[in-house]
């Protein structure tokens, strides 16, 4: 019976991302595949995207936000809902609140277990809605008491806590006064919360938050259930896990199999302030913490970049006005790499370098490479080779956002561009070396990690 509740889980964790390889996904014929958006452009930085199966026909969609408005489109670009409601997304979080820059508001999953994909997401007015995803018709409405210290609930991430799926919900707030940082959280089951019963699974109100965006959850333990991913990892119960030896602050976070000996993910974090820090740490300790010539990391990427060496490299932006100097250091944290990016970025690339930086799978190949936007503008995109900043494709573009996910086509990833109130997909075209690989979606923290991005930690 325990074998037949964990292929239940799986079957519907996995039905509202298109997740199972035998569903065969079209690819696009154009290149890029354009849909254009019924709600108004970004105007400023909040605001994002994510994908899922909303319709229910295996493939995956996209539910776009911007201040006072939710789109939901289909893999083929058909309009499936819009919503002008007065959700919560924004620009600084320690100015404004979570869910800070990019930060799309929202997330869908199968909540209840009926097979059917729901959208999630917060108002400014502090209510919790739940709608149909196929249609956006409203499911249920709850308003779950906040913290004293905290002006609402402003970040939500769909969670598997008590291990039966998809079926908690986190809540997290930031104080509000002073800098504000996403330091309470609450855990709910989401049937008590669409039945009005307010009781949380538990809360806490220390959680050593990034500064800059909310929290991720990610099973790092292979328990089969999540933990609640910042400058400490908190189990699926509430409790404190593993605090890091943080002296500034962290401005990106994210998790991957960093070092293939070591049992479960790792979580990586990068310190603004104090030494200016790159940590690699799990539950249970500090893997290692290091860094270069105490230069600020500020925006990491983690990928199998060098198939020659084990594990993972983590790439590390740097935080210059202009002329950028990332660095990266390989799974033990030595530094195997450094270099200026106006050096190999191509011709009329802004000097102020880029952002948005996501690893990809573009060719098909074992290495991933990078996938990013020019900073501080809306402009073009690169897919470029983390190692030497080589850039190897360059798309003339006027990207406000950017998101990397598989939604066509092969196992490969696509970049997904909002570009004033269109939505461009750009695919790669040439053979894929290895067409059998496993689709991503099976992959449950990259799932999560999909659900809950924002501009600093892609």
């Known amino acids: 019976m325990a074998g037949l509740a964990v292929a239940v889980i799986l079957r519907s964790a996995f039905s509202c991302f298109g997740a199972t390889d035998e569903y065969d996904w079209p690819q696009y014929a154009e290149n890029p595949f354009v849909i254009p958006l019924d709600i108004p452009a970004p105007r400023d930085s909040a605001g994002g995207i994510v994908v899922a199966d909303l319709d229910g026909d295996t493939r995956m969609d996209f539910l776009v936000t911007v201040p006072g408005h939710i789109a939901a489109y289909s893999n083929d670009g058909r309009k499936l809902w819009t919503l002008d409601v007065n959700l919560c997304v924004g620009g600084s979080s320690e100015r404004e609140g979570l869910p800070g820059h990019h930060g799309p508001g929202v997330q869908a999953g199968d909540t209840d277990g009926d097979g059917k994909t729901e959208a999630l997401f917060l108002t400014k007015e502090n209510a919790l809605v739940a709608v149909n995803g196929a249609d956006g018709v409203e499911l249920w409405r709850a308003k779950p008491p906040w913290p004293d210290g905290a002006e609402r609930w402003e970040h939500l991430v769909i969670a598997n806590f008590r291990g039966k799926g998809d079926r908690d919900l986190l809540l997290q707030a930031t104080n509000k006064d002073g800098y504000r940082v996403g330091r309470y959280l609450a ?52 409790a404190l896990c593993y605090k890091i030896p943080l002296e500034g602050h962290i401005d990106a976070i994210t998790a ?74 390989d799974a033990y944290g030595t530094l195997i ?65 950017l998101y990397v996910a598989d939604v066509s086509g092969d196992w490969r990833e696509e970049i997904l561009v909002i570009s004033g109130n269109e939505l461009h997909i750009y695919h790669n075209p040439a053979p894929n070396p290895r067409p059998d690989e496993p689709r991503l979606w099976r992959e449950a923290h990259y799932r999560r990690l999909k659900m809950t991005w924002n501009y600093y930690s892609p």
Do not use: M
Not at 344 to 367: F, Q
């Open 256 to 329: 991957a199999r960093v070092r293939p000996e070591i049992d479960g993910l790792q979580v990586i974090a990068v310190e603004e302030g104090g030494p200016q820090r790159v940590f690699l740490y799990n539950h249970e300790s500090l893997v290692w913490a290091t860094d270069h010539k105490n230069q600020e990391p500020q925006n990491v990427a983690v990928g199998d970049f060098d198939v020659n060496r084990p594990g993972k490299e983590i790439w590390n932006r740097s935080r210059y006005n202009e002329y950028q100097k990332p660095f990266v250091f």
């Open 187 to 238: 855990a709910y089951a989401v049937r008590d919360l669409k039945s009005g019963k307010y009781e949380a699974l538990w809360e806490r109100d220390d959680f050593l938050a990034c500064a800059h965006n909310g929290a991720r959850v990610a099973d790092i333990t292979g328990n089969g259930r999540d933990e609640v991913l910042g400058g400490d990892i908190i189990d699926h119960k509430g």
């Open 337 to 401: 790499a450094d270099y200026e990016l106006a050096q190999v970025a191509p011709e009329g690339w802004t000097l102020s370098g880029v952002e948005v930086i996501n690893t990809i799978h573009w060719t098909g190949e074992a290495n991933q490479l990078a996938a990013a936007k020019e900073r501080h503008e809306d402009g073009d995109v690169a897919v470029f080779d983390p190692l030497t900043g080589v850039f190897v494709e360059h798309f003339p573009e006027t990207a406000a956002r």
